[in-house]
């Protein structure tokens, strides 16, 4: 028959008990040291947020972005998803200003979509740029120029891109938020995040000159020069073939670096009339894609 050792158990449970004691008073010291203060605003806030975490504002989501409105370090209009109206609400709550911030879009740097540019290859495979772009840099005799392939669209949360029906990509300036994710995807940078004011812009990065780049694509860029010539001095300059705009000059910028070119790649953008080309820049009325 089997002896249970009553001392022996008595003493077990007594020693957990002891021990438990003993770790739950650590605990409670290492809580009541570590303890930081967490201002109840901020789930408030956060809670006022659309809640995307797509970084637009430049944090890491919208929680952090709470936490940066609540020690004062940027301003409810940083959120470039919330409206206005969401905005005014979040800087009523806070007593604060809503803040005043530029707004930034996406921008592309290709014009050159398959009415303009030439295929140097048929590509049949994933439906994908970066698939694409991984087969001897594309199909696209412009090896800089955008695939078609609408990484881009489909990427991006809030529908602000959408191909047109030549294979190029167009940004919704409304519900475009900044959020870089086209950036990040486009295998060829063709995308980046300019503010909206910057309406002087070089819709090409073909480093090609003269007439080899137009055998590429009809509305490249060819290194002419005109543009510089014709803007305020600094404001526009030729690096590698390509006409670049110092954006640090931007209160000289108006349309009139752009009337001379002759292939429409350097262009003034406006959100009511559109990409507004040259008077000397060559006119388009071709359609159908270009053969290969």
Known sequence: MLAIDFTSIGI???????????????????SHKL??????????????????????????????????LIDGKLTPANCTVSSDEEIKEIAEYLGVDAGDVVKRVARLACAGGSHVARQRAHYDGLESCRAAAMVAGG????????????????????????????????????????CEDCVDICPKDLFSIQPITHRLWVACKNLLRD????????VACTGCEKCAKDAPAGLIYIKDNLSRIDY???????????????????????????IRKGSKAKRIIREEALPL
């Not at 077990?12 to 290492?30: D, E, H, K, Q, Y």
């Not at 109840?40 to 975490?53: A, G, H, S």
């Not at 990484?151 to 900044?178: N, Q, W, Y």
């Open 211 to 218: 007439e080899e780049a137009e055998a590429q694509c009809e």
């Open 139 to 178: 199909p696209k005799s412009c090896t800089w120029g955008c695939l078609g392939l609408a990484d881009c669209e489909d990427v991006c949360d809030f529908d602000a891109i959408s191909m047109d029906r030549h294979g190029l990509p167009i940004v919704d300036t409304g519900k475009c938020t900044a």
């Open 248 to 274: 640090s000059k931007n209160a000289l910028a108006s349309p009139l670096p752009i009337e001379r070119c002759p292939t429409g790649a350097i262009v003034w953008l406006d959100d009511v009339k559109g």
């Open 35 to 68: 303890w930081v203060y967490e201002d109840p605003r901020i789930d408030e806030v956060e809670d006022l947020l659309p809640k995307t975490n797509c970084g637009a504002c430049g944090t890491a989501g919208c929680r952090p972005f709470a936490e940066a």
């Open 12 to 30: 077990t449970v007594a020693f957990m008990s002891a021990l438990g004691v003993i770790l739950s008073g650590i605990l409670a010291l290492a």
